[in-house]
Structure formats: structure tokens, C-alpha cells
């Protein structure tokens, strides 16, 4: 049995001082006593369940849609620095035999990555974010890669898709959720989408229950047409936000937090440009220009992110006026159940895995344990 001690114990409804957090594998509990055999002092530190980051393409130089062993290990390695015990790597619209090959890499290493012998982030599955949108929603994807709806695509990676990003207005929508929300357990996720705000909340009662980034690559708000973003802002569907203060400006925080309360989840959208410093770089035949925080194609489209998952969470605390443990929750708990995950992941409750990040009072990460193992430490 091991112990953290002399931290701050973030808990999804409170802060807990004066206890040690117990646990081998999984959680144990949290005591006024600490007997074990590895006492960690956490110095003060914040500790806090193990991030989760259910949209990122990519990290390190690598991309999920390289489709290799050694690209999905090296992103789920770059993510502990982040804080990040749990990811779903990502894959946007490409061609069908990448994105099979890619779904395919990522079952063959889904239980392998939740051992604590692992040398990196749990690999959960994978998030699909395409190929079926809107070509008028295509953001950065490029659109001859763009499929018109069909079920049957996906049904034969219903173990290894957790969360399925689509246009719900496209032709045969309906029949599409449908079809999926009875023969699996896909989280199905409006994103890249020119629907109305009917068709979204049409979309929402035959099962949708995502929204992908929310205002970027949908049908925008307005007071007499809602779009997409208003049916996100209104439904009970969880909602990705990209809180790096350029995708959404940060004077919204607080609306968005208000309005989604704990259906509020942190995402990145990283890809494998994600650490470089700015200038221009190629791939696929794809220029990305990275300046600061932005990452655009040279016609001023947005190209993902350049955000870490830690660092969202420290915008959306101070710029969305929340306390530690409202900011965490939201890259955390929130997300597991987003995908269903709950019982195995998102807080430090007895039982659950043993994924727990110690992190200091500007959310830099100092430890990062997954399945009751130090995986990382900072400076080391």
C-alpha cells in the first residue's frame, strides 16, 4: 500500500486538507492516518484524479493516423508530462484504410496500455472525428475524405470507437443514430455540422450526447437562429471546450460554465505540431503555421490546437472564476462519464484506478501515476 501525504485532496465537489490519499493499484480511500509502505509527501501540492483527454490527434511528432505502434506509444508517453493518465487518440477525416489501420493499432494496444507496466497514458479507444461531415464545416480536414453517413463503416469498430464526431443533418441521419444507439455504445457527438438548432435537438432526442468543440466548425448562435451552438448550450449533451482563450474567448467561460455545469468537459484538439516552436511546417502535403497560441493553414483556417490539457485547466479556473476542484472535474470526472468510464476513472474514489497527478498552484505537473505507478516526475 502507498500514501500521498501533506497534499491537497481534490475531491469533484470539495477540497480535503489534513488526510493522506492511500492506494496500490486502485484508490483505497482517503485517511487522517498514513501507514504504508511508500509515503509520497506531496509538498503542499494539489492532488488530483489523473487527466482525460477524449479529442487529441496527436503529440511529440506523432499522430494517431500514422496508424503505428510507435506513434500512439509516444503520444500516450508525451501526455504524462500533461497529466493526462487516459486519452482517446484521435482520428479526423482521412482515407478509409488509414482510419481502419488506425482503429485497428489502437484495439491492439488498448489493454496492453492498462498496465501499470505501460510507459504511458491508458489508451481507452479512440475518438473517430469524421469522415461523416459537413463539407461546409470541414475546418482543416481535407474534404476529399469526407463520406456521406453509413452505420455499417463503424459497426465492426464498435469496441474500440468510443466517441463518433458527425453531421446529424446529412442524409439518412436519423436512421444513422439509430442504428449505432442500438448496436453499441458509441458516444455519439454533433461536431463539424451546419445543422439548425432543430435538426440539433432532433439529433439530441434520438441520442446524441456530445457536442465537438463547441462554437468552432458548427452553425453558429444567433438570437433567432440558435444553431448548433445554441443547442449545445441548451441540451443535456456533455460539450467540449478548447479553453486555450483563442478557439473561445475566455469572457465566455463563466457563461459556458453556467450554462453546462457538469457537463462541461476540457478537450486540446492537439496534433503532432504541438511543442514546436512557431514557423511553418508540412504535413501530409498540409501547411500549419503555428504563432503562439494559434495553429492555422496559410488561409487563415484554424488547424487544431497547441494546447496542453493542464494548462486548460488552469484557464478555465481563472478566467472561468472556479475553484480547483470545479476546473479539474472538468478534465476528469466529466469526461469519464462522457464515455461511460466513471466507475473506472475521473476522481480519487475507493475503488477506481489509481490514476492520480500531483500538480503545484500554476497546474505545472509535478508526478503523474497511472494504475498505482509513477510514471512520471518532473525534471527527471
Not at 497529466?83 to 477525416?93: D, S
Not at 464526431?165 to 442524409?171: K, V
Not at 471546450?241 to 474567448?249: N, S
Request: one cysteine or more; glycine letters at 10%.
Amino acid at each position: 500500500m502507498k500514501a500521498i501525504v501533506n497534499g491537497i485532496i481534490l475531491l469533484p465537489d470539495r477540497e480535503v486538507r489534513d488526510c493522506a490519499l492511500l492506494y496500490d493499484e486502485k484508490i483505497i480511500g482517503i485517511t487522517r492516518e498514513a501507514q504504508a509502505d511508500e509515503v509520497i509527501d506531496a509538498g503542499g501540492a494539489y492532488v488530483s484524479p489523473g487527466l482525460i483527454d477524449t479529442h487529441i490527434h496527436g503529440y511529440t511528432g506523432h499522430e494517431a493516423t500514422d496508424a503505428t505502434r510507435e506513434a500512439l506509444c509516444s503520444i500516450a508517453h508525451g501526455l504524462l508530462q500533461d497529466g493526462v493518465t487516459a486519452f482517446l487518440p484521435t482520428a479526423g477525416a482521412n482515407a478509409w484504410p488509414v482510419l481502419q489501420k488506425t482503429f485497428e493499432q489502437t484495439r491492439a494496444l488498448m489493454g496492453e496500455s492498462s498496465s501499470a507496466a505501460f510507459p504511458g497514458a491508458e489508451i481507452l479507444g479512440c475518438h473517430s472525428e469524421g469522415p461523416f461531415i459537413n463539407p461546409s464545416k470541414k475546418g482543416a480536414m481535407n474534404e476529399k475524405y469526407i463520406q456521406p453517413l453509413d452505420a455499417g463503416k463503424i459497426l465492426p469498430y464498435a469496441d474500440v470507437i468510443r466517441v463518433l464526431t458527425f453531421a446529424p443533418e446529412l442524409p439518412g441521419g436519423a436512421e444513422f443514430i439509430r442504428t449505432l444507439k442500438e448496436k453499441t455504445d458509441i458516444a455519439l457527438s454533433m461536431g463539424h455540422t451546419n445543422a439548425t438548432f432543430e435538426q440539433a435537438m432532433e439529433a439530441v432526442g434520438l441520442g446524441v450526447t456530445r457536442v465537438t468543440h463547441l462554437f468552432n466548425a458548427m452553425s453558429p448562435l444567433h438570437h433567432r437562429e440558435p444553431g448548433v451552438a445554441g443547442a449545445a448550450l441548451t441540451a443535456d449533451v456533455y460539450t467540449e471546450l478548447i479553453a486555450d482563450t483563442f478557439h473561445v474567448d475566455k469572457g465566455l467561460f463563466p457563461l459556458i460554465i453556467r450554462a453546462k455545469g457538469d457537463h462541461l468537459i476540457l478537450i486540446t484538439d492537439t496534433g503532432r505540431h504541438i511543442g514546436l516552436p512557431d514557423g511553418e511546417y508540412e504535413e501530409d502535403g498540409t501547411i500549419v503555421i503555428l504563432k503562439g497560441k494559434e495553429a492555422r493553414l496559410p488561409d487563415g483556417t484554424i488547424a487544431g490546437s497547441v494546447l496542453h490539457l493542464n494548462q486548460g485547466v488552469k484557464n478555465l479556473r481563472d478566467w472561468g472564476h472556479l475553484p480547483m476542484y470545479a476546473a479539474v472535474r472538468c478534465a476528469s470526472l466529466n469526461v469519464a462519464c462522457s464515455i461511460g468510464m466513471e466507475k473506472r476513472k475521473g476522481s480519487l474514489a475507493a475503488g477506481k484506478d489509481a490514476d492520480i497527478v500531483l500538480m503545484d498552484r500554476d497546474c505545472q505537473i509535478l508526478r503523474t501515476i497511472s494504475h498505482g505507478e509513477t510514471k512520471y516526475i518532473r525534471g527527471n
